[in-house]
């Protein structure tokens, strides 16, 4: 097999909806330099006020240039500043005809219960938005295609994202597909080296940096397996070892709420995502082997007789 490594972004990539503009820049802007992110965080927090502007308007307003000002559209997803603007000027129409969060997702020690559980309420129901706004459904199909394909499909990920990793391997299983998940970096890489075309391996990993997860795909590509990287950062090191790149969002962080939590709610949903699409494409032989998982477990759900 040979691998086709890509950039994510394309000539023959849509611009993403209006609606998706703050959740590519959540999950871009770390990556950015930072006068790119100034320009970014300008258009996201006053998309109505920047859409009034020129690109030399805007490259004053950040203390850029033009040409930062093009390259940050680009990034974004726009051929240009023009599509970019008219993307603003439909995300500040929303903004006008919604209502603003009652509440935010920031936590103090002191908060009372209630509020903890609104707030994380609006941040998990933010997440799942930016996630679904952002996530790239032609890179998504291409996954589903190559794992209801698979002789065989490896998954990795530590910590909060072995969690995940197993919750998609236990859910391939049911439907009679051959999935592992490993979370040991040993295993997985020994696991990984008996891999080839054919075969399939995915890395769950929020950074995109986890060396851990990194080597076992980085092996998995080099033996011929279709990879798959589920991860909040793109551009991270773990994009050069995966054919398709399914991005989650990259919710804020605080010291009550680190990324282990924001992450796993995006990851959930991709993981989701990719059973659904496998089992719509496998349903023929996926619809038996979910009935026969339940029969197989249902006395234990059943209340004991005497």
Known sequence: MTHDVKGIFTGDTAPPA????????????P????????????????PAGCAALTVTGLAELTGTSEATVVRTARLLGYPGYRDLRLALAGLAAQQQSGRAPAVTADIAVDDPIADVVAKLAYDEQQTLADTAAALDTVQLGAAVAAL???????????????LVGQDLAQKLLRIGLIAHAHTDPH?????????RSGDAAVAITHSGATGDVIEPL???????ATTIAVTG????????????????????????????????TSQLLVVDCLFI??????????APALAASYEALAHRHSPRTR
């Open 18 to 29: 209006p609606a998706a503009l703050a959740a590519k820049v959540r999950t871009l802007a």
């Open 31 to 46: 990556s950015m330099t930072r006068s790119m992110q100034r320009v970014a965080e300008a258009v996201a927090g006053d």
């Open 148 to 162: 209801a394909q698979a002789r065989r499909i490896d998954v990795y990920g530590v910590g909060a994202s072995s």
């Open 187 to 195: 295993l997985a890489v020994t696991n990984a080296v008996q891999l």
């Open 218 to 224: 980085r092996v998995a590509f080099d033996r011929g």
């Open 233 to 264: 950062r793109p551009d991270g090191p773990v994009s050069q070892y995966a054919d398709h790149i399914l991005t989650t969002s990259t919710a804020r962080e605080s010291e009550l709420r680190p990324a282990a939590m924001s992450s796993r």
């Open 277 to 286: 699409g496998v089992a719509q494409r496998t349903y023929e032989t996926a």
